[in-house]
Nanobody, 128 residues
Framework: QVHLTESGGGSVQAGGSLRLSCEVSGPSASRYCTAWFRQAPGKEREWVGS???????TYADSVKGRFTCSKDNAKNILYLQVDNLQPEDTAMYYC??????????????????????WGQGTQVTVSS
């Protein structure tokens, strides 16, 4: 059983940066396809970006060029570097994991129902 714990959220002004972390306890992070999602008040949870088992990354268009997903398999930690934050990035950010080797369809990595393991979330608040 894998357990995920996020940290690193906070309050920043527009244009600022944060590095979110997600500690993976249990089996090695290298065994999972992972992703970051976010949920703003009153909105549905949305996919932000993914790091697959082979280390490849993909991003939502809304964050491409500003957010960077990575993982350190040796430390069992996932990272989400968030730069040039804007007020519309305000949300609770979650990491998620799925014990699959790869996603047969690209759309599957964006589907939150495909991820059985979730962290508790870390809040990011961006003021203008």
């Amino acid at each position: 059983q894998v357990h995920l714990t996020e940290s690193g959220g906070g309050s920043v002004q527009a244009g600022g940066s944060l590095r979110l972390s997600c500690e993976v306890s249990g089996p090695s992070a290298s065994r999972y396809c992972t992703a970051w999602f976010r949920q703003a008040p009153g909105k549905e949870r949305e996919w932000v970006g993914s790091v697959d088992r082979d280390g490849s990354t993909t991003y939502a268009d809304s964050v491409k060029g500003r957010f960077t997903c990575s993982k350190d398999n040796a430390k069992n930690i996932l990272y989400l570097q968030v730069d040039n934050l804007q007020p519309e990035d305000t949300a609770m950010y979650y990491c998620a994991a799925a014990g699959v080797d790869y996603w047969p369809l690209r759309s599957m990595r964006r589907d939150l129902s495909k991820y059985p393991y979730w962290g508790q979330g870390t809040q990011v608040t961006v003021s203008s």
